[in-house]
């Protein structure tokens, strides 16, 4: 799971909005403990949740 930036930015590439919220959401969450588990994992879950959500067809683009 070390890779959740990469699988972020994967399914967007080409989309400069996505990649500018995988980014943002890093930076805003970059002062959590790593030793937090609790935190990280929760990050992790509604990271993948995100990436569902947009990877879907009918997303064209997020702001």
């Known amino acids: 799971m ?3 930036y990469a ?18 959401e890093f930076r805003k969450n970059q002062a959590v403990d790593k030793k937090d588990f609790g935190a990280v994992e929760a990050l992790i879950r509604m990271g993948f949740r995100k ?3 947009y990877s879907s067809p009918g997303v064209k683009d997020i702001h």
């Open 2 to 4: 070390s890779t959740g």
């Open 51 to 53: 990436l569902e959500l």
């Open 7 to 24: 699988k972020q930015t994967r399914g967007a590439a080409t989309r400069e909005n996505f990649r500018n919220a995988a980014r943002r």
